[in-house]
């Protein structure tokens, strides 16, 4: 396997730091399988009934030492009504995504975590509990790690492979567990609009990336969300630009799915719209991220990030 | 009574944990009455002057210790313009609302509170004053559910049967004290887009569901307020989802409309294009929450769900 | 001067309470001069420059201490931008504005005051800092009154007859300092779309009501700022509302303007493109909140809030 | 060179203070080269990868003591796809930005800097790193500026004559330490929508003025951000009122682009669209911000604000 540090200026290209990437750039036949022009890959969280006893989710917090009973309700909201809608949606448009799935919401909703995968859908990893992962002890993290993955195989008949650590966060010790542990990718990087790769120790793990901005957690928080049909402008503006740059490079387009923030009518409304839109263009693909990354495994033009400084 | 634990995943569901609510499926005649595809639910937040002396509404905080002149009349509002203008636009489009009333803000606006129910509105329980109940013990709460409803009663000649809580939080008592007292539904669970139970001791309560997406206290706050035109379009695209799915199962549209807030011109103008937009509809119907209830008691085909877990 | 304590339920209005208004309702010719059915009043804030030393403008705190070069610059802008293009803006519509005018911006920029009321827009008072009225001694507040009105007589040539205090906020002794001190109405209350009167120890002032929707300074704040477009499709909705209330009462809509904010071209391009579309429709007046209170004195159908409570 | 303090208040000006820029307007040749009505400056912000090892980005702060390692791939975003991205907007529309350049993120990125110049960008100051300039003493700036120009002129071949300071903010010696050191304009005045000069001693520095509404780093803050087609509009409605009005006088509007932020798909297209729609009018003008200094210092009729008072 190959490293390029890749950095993409567009034509022209006259100067020596660009030619690997300027000649990948004849290369396009290599992209993407079935000579797809983008990737556009779906991330449906799992994790909504896991959540902390005193997550005061969208309502502003109450009095300490009296239990909640509202924000639990909304969450429920995730599992009653998010994920059976999003899956009729997937349906609806034949496309398969990739469910980061919170073991503790897999025990605790066990059917529909089956109805996940028996649809074709991928069963990723999503840490056992909502607990952050970059204070555990390595000890920690590897407990969370195995017993949320043989939860998820023992209820859905589906052994993750790709990771996703809460809000996005890593220990200096999370690559090296995982990759121990045989997970293949990760996503949590924001760097690139394609995959590439994290040095872990002498080897690599996969990126396959996730996104900030195609977010539901991040453009449907509380009094300030905004509208479905603003998310899908901003959705069909971006697919607009990376669609065009896909006859030039790799590019993927990455969008999230919150049980219960995209799960709501209006937002699955504007995931329908978007998907429809997409799909009127040619040569677009939607995949799996394990599917990415094994794809991406087999390439030696994947671009390598720096190794993370985790020294002060 | 029975209770169905339902879990909707459309077609095709061939595990044996979805029989209940498949064979629910094909019983389409049953969902609402007058075969309503749809069924609309606004609540309407009698409220406002019965509201803390501290209360900033949207402005900043004062100094402690000085009486603050401009937020009470911003509440004001609600009783001079919001609910004389929202009454005006239900009559308008004929449809019956459920009137949230707190006990004091009936007091105070006695005249206004009796024209509510004169219009043929339901006059619903929502405290006696804007205290938090979750925090309350069991004889204040009882002491304010009689209080609040034995006002509500002599001024406008009904008494409830429905209840909202501050901010929808509950005691562990709540429930309990409300089925004591003869109310049958509450509206403080966000779970599912149609009518439930939650279990209360060996009995249970209806749950005429209330919304946190389609409320104006959330879309419409402060300096983040949306404008009435996306608030308009977020209710017209949640209603063509829900609409579509009310051909295969019992689906409700919850709306929230508080005094001050909704019943702005702007505001009111979003809620008269919605309706009107959903009256182009067939088989669409606005309903009072009482009704609702009282119709969903006499079905075996609600879902009921888990019981609150108060512990720690 | 005959009070009435104003409620508006619309048609039908069988029940006693209402008569009044009831009658009222009958007698539209007498809303408001030349048979307006509609009047807007625009609020002018001149007050940038005047701003105290450590307001941070829309800018995050810096470290205590330490100068600020930004914020006044970008106060400055309202002074050196906002005004001259509104006043352009106001003569292009051929309509006068209430300017409410802090006494030491009025002493920071003498030119440009004088010129606001050249072009015929109403001086009003808006204190002599940016300090909070509230918490003001009588002294301090009679003091502060005298010297403001005197500033902006003798810079302008015209003594304010009305009052806006700092975010609205009164002391228990601010009306009747105004009182006696001759002015004749203040804005600071948000409770009608329509003139009404505050009581004031026997007597009363009027109110020309302000507004927090159609409000710059809400809408347009920091990183949350809504669009100039938005803001005007806010304003087209409110107008479409209140005018065709305005054939059955006495209906007004508030809008603000504050230098450095509705003063950026985006935004005047808003108020521009809202003052065409209201100039479209008949019977649409554009007045001076001065010349609004002395109509107003001259009716007995003007509604009269309760008293104010100073009390804890 | 010769001040003058320009009030602008368009016609009818009859009184005298106004006279000088009256006479302006009947000088409309001199406003801008190739009698340009209306001048576009671009900002390009590079200096991702150099902030603040603490900084969070656009994420909720964590637990003090541990790296984090998602900001920064957030941040490394800039460098890998926007900048590049946008360098190649700029190429599409063959216009020339002014790209303001942290020291320390040229370091560490210095073939993407240098293809910055290559493509004929103006290479601008911006701090060595990120640390606010206001609270440095003399000799920290002074060695803070000269080592980023060292930086910048070793790596791109061009010495920056222009600053930019964090979040704006300068110290009681920020201008007169660049004007020391050969600079000729700095961006950090909020107050016109035009080039002028802000006062350092007995001489002055030209402001080339930044923007805080066209501001992506205002503009698309997280949860909050608004959407690039929502951003386009706001650009689009401040170009036709700075168009119309760049008959009569200098009008210059600026624009901001920092690597993270605008660089990303759905924006840039915004930016496209901008600038596709500014080119469809005649005589608009895309210049430099060095261009424009340069410009600026050999006219006479630029305004000057007052000196900045540091006192208390």
Same mark, same amino acid.
């Given at each position: 396997m190959k490293f390029l540090k890749t950095v993409w200026l567009g034509?022209?290209?006259?100067?020596?730091?660009?030619s690997a990437s300027a000649t990948e750039l004849n290369?396009?036949? +290599?992209?993407w399988p079935d000579d797809a022009q983008l990737v556009i890959s779906i991330s449906m969280q799992?994790?909504? +009934?896991?959540?902390?006893?005193?997550?005061p989710g969208p309502f502003p917090a109450q009095e300490a030492g009296f239990p909640d009973t509202i924000a639990p309700s909304w969450y429920q909201y995730g599992m009653n009504e998010g994920i059976p809608r999003l899956l009729n949606l997937w349906d609806k448009h034949n496309i398969k995504v990739t469910s980061h799935m919170v073991g503790r919401a897999v025990e605790l909703n066990p059917e529909l975590a089956k109805e996940v995968v028996r649809r074709g859908h991928e069963a990723s990893g999503? !840490?056992? +509990?909502? +607990?952050?992962?970059?204070?555990?002890t390595p000890e920690e993290e590897r407990a969370s790690y195995i017993k949320s993955a043989d939860i998820i195989e023992k209820v859905t008949g589906q052994r993750p492979v790709g990771f996703n650590a809460f809000w996005m966060r890593h220990s200096p010790n999370t690559l090296a567990i995982l990759k121990e542990l !045989?997970?293949?990718?990760?996503?949590?990087?924001?760097?690139?609009d394609e995959p590439s790769y994290t040095p872990v120790g002498d080897s690599s793990i996969v990126v396959v990336p996730y996104t900030f901005r195609n977010n539901d957690i991040v453009r449907y928080t509380g009094s300030t969300a905004m509208t479905g049909k603003a998310y899908l402008q901003e959705l069909k503006d971006e697919f607009d630009v990376l669609y065009k740059e896909g006859t030039k490079r790799r590019r993927m387009m990455s969008i999230s799915a919150h049980d219960r923030l995209a799960g709501s009518p209006a937002r699955v409304k504007a995931l329908d719209d978007f998907i429809a839109y997409a799909k009127q263009h040619k040569a677009v693909k939607f995949m799996r991220k394990d599917d990415i990354a094994k794809w991406v495994l087999k390439k030696n033009n994947v671009p390598i990030n720096a190794p993370r400084n985790f020294n002060n």
């Open positions: 034509l022209p290209l006259a100067i020596a730091a660009f290369n396009k036949d +290599t992209f799992f994790e909504a +009934t896991a959540q902390d006893k005193q997550d999503h !840490g056992q +509990t909502w +607990t952050p992962q970059y204070s555990m !045989g997970f293949i990718y990760h996503i949590d990087d924001l760097s690139r």
